[in-house]
């Protein structure tokens, strides 16, 4: 019986052996490779950029490097180099071993002949097939050069990330000296680096660059290239990192980024600069509109910053992305997160609306509600007539959101934003439900496309389609994860075009078919628009870009991200066919007064309801386009605010007054949202804004 248990794993041996053979004796050493730019392309093939390294690979001799310096990299990647035959079982087994026990990349298997072999192929899969031609062919290596030739190949062709290629562009790189120069420290820092550049860069991951830092020191001592007193003396006095360069390109800096993060995860970081061709989803007529109107906007406002990101609801794959004020290093469309005030709300809504109620049920809505230790407060302490649910959405009444919070749970709730695309810990109390959690704009505009896709979450993608010399080496294949139900999805997009229509974000219209949320937080700190056609969403945030102190303009979702999506959106669904949301369909219960649902939109450009008198929006070039008819609520005869909801002669006579949705029990930082108003004239670019520069 045992000897048959043995049969498989002999099978195996034998057919390694034979394959060890044949790669040995049939396949030749691979010829080095080279740098060579990596084109983007938008996805209908217009160029975007050229990715080419920080510095340029530059061979040196290893006679030219200190002795730190090859014992460095030889303590972290291959002691033993100089004693095996290109390939070392123990090695491989010991490393095995040790990276599980720690759950972390500490060793590499590979000798320097092997990694050698993989790094000048374009064989980065993982596997045993892999593995068995990479030792064959780096014995063969070692039997035609000599293990001084080997090392000196290997370390002028080494990735150390940042696009660097070699030690000599890595002391560049992170030093700012070649590598002649480079000290004890210095080396043990690059040496450290090599098992994965991009997770081990010192200013992306400061400690774990310093724990691998620290091993190579320990390892130094164990093969006694360094004594113990001055490991430790080291070990306490990193050497000092520059800042890695930016992207040096001038279209979507910032979705560049994300796609040679995304090569990186998908081919490996020393795959990025070898000649790739690489479709991206990005659409170029879209990232220019965007950039467009958000600079200007961004231009005429005295403080803040922003970001804004389009999707494709069908796919997931990133149609725009623009982020921050020139010079912003980080990208606040991924990298940042702020709380998302009141477009939280309709993830309680679709919990409800799962539960099998509906929009049209009613609920009181007084200035203020106590649930338990909270107490929930309307704008300016203003109570409302008994409301539905639908109405309560397009003028953001928190205290009705309290009630459908406490009725679906806060679990639900959280429930619903994460099964749509909100990846991360949220406030497992009431306040959830009015934004409290904190969000990417990447992340909300995920979730709302889960509502334009008719329910289905598409995880965001920036790269279609990677080739190299007429070789496809990746295709994207976007997966589908169904978050909730068709008739909940249609069911938010039916309550949400009513926010653009008589709500909160009137200056969101854009004259076809739209739905979206507005959102603020306390303090005025953040402010945003999600919103969606069937065939686009896109997500605005304006705000500080550090702290919650607020901005001094007092902005709301319904001001200037509202506006500047209007703007944007008008522009980018041009091309796009005027689609309607479908219908929700099915059959909901109403809980408690049912009332007559209020009617909405229709797909084509509509005669006006009551009240409001149709506006046509000229386009940037001053020409009259048809589609973009909107209607806006008629002027009011007589002012109808009361003082305490007017704004100062500094800013528009037509007023946006927030709405506090701060519990009184809890800190202040709870996001707030503006109640909706009339505005007189152009319902797209209404009056009220934060506070602009004088002048031409």
Known sequence: MALWLLVPGLAMLFGAVVLFFFFFTAVPLPSEVGEEPTVLLDHQGEEIAELTPEVGRKDVPLASLPPHVRQSVLAAEDAQFYEHAGVSLPGIFRAAFKNLIRREVTQGGSTISQQYIKNVTDQQQQTALRKIREAALAVKLEQQFSKDEILEFYLNTIYFGRGAYGIEAAALAYFGQPAANLDQAQAAQLAGIIPAPSALDPHENPEGAHRRYRYVLDRLVANNWLNAAEARRLADAPPAVSQAAEVRVRTAPFFVQL????????????????????????????????????????????????????????????????????????????????????????????????????????????????????????????????????????????????????AVGPDRVIDMAQRAGIDRNLPEDLSVVLGTGEVSPLELTTAFNTFAAGGVRREAFVVERVERAGKTLFNARPGDDRAFSEQVAHTISDVLRGVIQSGTGQAAAIGRPAAGKTGTTQNSADAWFAGYTPNLTTVVWYGQRDGNSGLASKPTGGGVPARLWGRYMREAV???????????????????????????????????????????????????????????????????????????????????????????AEPTDVPTEPEPVSTAGEAVEPTEEPTRRRGG
């Open 259 to 406: 796609v040679k993060r995304e090569l990186e995860r998908k081919l490996g970081a020393n795959q990025v600069y070898r000649g790739l061709r690489v479709t991206t989803t990005l659409d170029l007529g879209m990232q220019n509109s965007a950039q467009r109107h958000f600079d200007r906007t961004l231009s005429e406002l005295d403080e803040g910053t922003g970001a804004m990101i389009s999707m494709d609801p069908t796919t997931g794959g990133v149609r725009a992305l623009v982020s921050g004020r020139p010079g912003e290093q980080i990208n606040l469309a991924v990298d940042s997160a702020r709380q998302a005030g009141s477009t939280f709300k309709p993830f309680a809504l679709a919990a409800w609306i799962e539960d099998g109620k509906s929009p049209e049920s009613t609920f009181e809505a007084p200035a203020e509600k106590a649930f338990g230790d909270y107490t929930i407060h309307n704008y300016g302490d203003r109570g409302y007539e008994r409301m539905t649910l639908r109405e309560a959405t397009w003028k953001s009444v928190n205290t009705v959101y309290g009630q459908v919070a406490q």
């Open 574 to 664: 041009r091309g796009l066919p005027a689609e309607d949301f479908p219908e929700p369909g099915g059959s909901l219960d109403v809980v408690g007064e049912e009332i007559e649902p209020t009617e909405s939109e229709t797909a084509t450009v509509p005669a006006c309801p009551e009240g409001q008198i149709p506006v046509v929006a000229e386009d940037d070039g001053g020409e009259v386009d048809p589609l973009q008819q909107v209607c806006a609520p008629s002027p009011p005869a007589t002012p109808s605010e009361t003082p305490s909801q007017t704004q100062s002669p500094s800013e528009s006579a037509s007023p946006t007054p927030t709405e506090s949705g701060s519990p009184t």
